[in-house]
């Protein structure tokens, strides 16, 4: 799964960008503690793959923070100077009537009218999807404000919108359940294992 976790590298991320690991321990499962975080260079979290294999292994969910943020052990919106990509979550999506997760997502893009996503990631439980800008926004509060456009217009996960957000790292299992599910992408422009053809 290491190809998944470098092609998001590839296409969330600038090489210097700094970026916040989280570790967070499922929701009513024992066993676990707080959340805590590491930080790193884009460039160099491939060599961490090991460790978030591990951690994820013994039951805890590798997060990302979207958003670069400002400096080596920040927290918080403050934290975050600029934005690179719109991203929204479709958790818990069963669409039925024999449309799967993917079609029923090309289908909503497709009824708004709205642009493909450059990334779309199966979390396991739903869908994620990831617009890169064509330049960063520093204006977090204007970031902010097209992020919630997006989530009225998709009707996604309304928390999906404060600068400091993190997400589910493809290449790694999402723990919530007992029988973990694999978190992986399905579409990139540097990787693609679902065509709309």
């Known amino acids: 799964m290491a190809n998944h976790l470098q092609t998001y590298i590839d296409l969330v991320y600038e090489p210097d960008d700094i970026v916040e690991i989280r570790y967070i321990w499922p929701k009513g499962v024992p066993?676990?503690?707080?959340?805590?975080?590491?930080?790193?260079?884009?460039?160099?979290?491939?060599?961490?793959?090991?460790?978030?294999?591990?951690?994820?292994?013994?039951?805890?969910?590798?997060?990302?923070?979207?958003?670069?943020?400002?400096?080596?052990?920040?927290?918080?919106?403050?934290?975050?100077?600029?934005?690179?990509?719109?991203?929204?979550?479709?958790?818990?999506?069963?669409?039925?009537?024999?449309?799967?997760?993917?079609?029923?997502?090309?289908?909503?893009?497709?009824?708004?009218?709205?642009?493909?996503?450059?990334?779309?990631?199966?979390?396991?439980?739903?869908?994620?999807?990831?617009?890169?800008?064509?330049?960063?926004?520093?204006?977090?509060?204007?970031?902010?404000?097209?992020?919630?456009k997006l989530i009225n217009t998709l009707g996604s996960d309304r928390s999906i919108k404060n600068p400091e957000r993190v997400m589910r790292m493809p290449g790694f299992f999402n723990t919530k359940a007992r029988l973990f599910k694999e978190c992986f992408i399905i579409h990139g422009r540097l990787h693609d294992r679902f065509s709309r053809n």
């Open 31 to 148: 066993g676990g503690s707080a959340p805590h975080s590491m930080w790193h260079y884009a460039k160099d979290l491939l060599l961490q793959a090991g460790k978030m294999t591990t951690m994820n292994q013994k039951g805890w969910g590798v997060y990302c923070g979207v958003n670069p943020r400002r400096d080596f052990g920040l927290r918080g919106d403050k934290s975050v100077p600029l934005a690179r990509n719109l991203f929204c979550d479709f958790d818990d999506i069963e669409p039925g009537d024999g449309c799967g997760r993917a079609e029923f997502l090309w289908w909503k893009l497709d009824e708004k009218n709205l642009p493909d996503p450059d990334l779309i990631i199966n979390s396991g439980n739903g869908l994620h999807c990831y617009w890169r800008l064509s330049s960063p926004l520093t204006d977090l509060e204007k970031w902010g404000q097209v992020q919630q």
